[in-house]
């Protein structure tokens, strides 16, 4: 067990340009999730695939925000022009397809926005 | 999923006990209780779940109370590598449930003294 993989670990960019951060998952497991983390808050879930399929993405901040997962196995999350507010922590989580099992994370992208 | 209320902080010292509470008044008999904690500049990591009955793993100890209306992280011997934000989370199984994110609180802060 390899554990979720996320790239890069730091991330510093300009306001204005995209950025796009890669996850790779437990490769057994069919769910994949996208969670935002702000300093001081809990993890605020954004949108998860059930293996290519992106089943919820009402909860992603913006129309800035998309994400994919074309194979079933790694996602990318992107974000487009981005802004002062979209500094954070990423978190992506993967799980098998049981509902009650738990999530593994990754230990997320630190995104930057100068 | 349904709400939790946890401690903000707590504090405790290293090789004694820590009993972490957490209320949810409002959870339906689908819920199960999961618990994560997470250390500083790391992902959320799973600690333990359950339904009904208490649950035991090599981490923690998970005890619920009858009425399922609340629950108890227990830390049998806590270390200084115990220090983290521990999150109590609800999460529905049922038909059409358990398939988005986690709803994350702000969890409490485990504080261990040597």
């Known amino acids: 067990d390899t554990g979720v993989s996320q790239d890069p670990r730091h991330k510093i960019t300009k306001r204005g340009q995209n950025v796009t951060f890669r996850c790779d998952p437990i490769s057994e497991h069919n769910r994949l999730y996208w969670y935002r983390q702000t300093l001081g808050q809990g993890p605020e879930f954004l949108t998860y695939?059930?293996?290519?399929?992106?089943?919820?993405k009402s909860r992603l901040l913006s129309d800035r925000f998309s994400a994919e997962r074309p194979k079933g196995s790694f996602s990318t999350l992107e974000i487009q022009r981005t802004e002062q507010g979209d500094s954070a922590m990423y978190l992506c989580a993967s799980s098998s397809r049981r509902g009650e099992e738990p999530q593994h994370f990754g230990d997320g992208t630190r995104l930057s926005i100068l | 999923d349904a709400k939790t209320t946890q401690p903000n902080s707590m504090e405790s010292n290293e090789e004694e006990p820590v009993h972490l509470p957490c209320n949810h008044s409002t959870i339906s008999g689908t819920d199960y209780i999961h618990w994560y904690r997470q250390l500083p500049s790391q992902g959320p990591e799973y600690v333990i779940h359950g339904l009904t009955s208490n649950v035991n793993n090599r981490m923690a100890s998970l005890a619920i109370a009858e009425d399922r209306k609340s629950s108890t992280l227990i830390l049998h011997r806590a270390t200084l590598r115990d220090a983290a934000v521990y999150y109590c989370?609800?999460?529905?199984?049922?038909?059409?449930?358990?398939?988005?994110?986690?709803?994350f609180g702000k969890g409490t802060h485990l504080i261990i003294q040597p």
């Open positions: 989370i609800l999460r529905d199984v049922s038909v059409g449930g358990g398939a988005d994110g986690l709803t």
């Open positions: 695939f059930q293996n290519e399929a992106q089943l919820e």
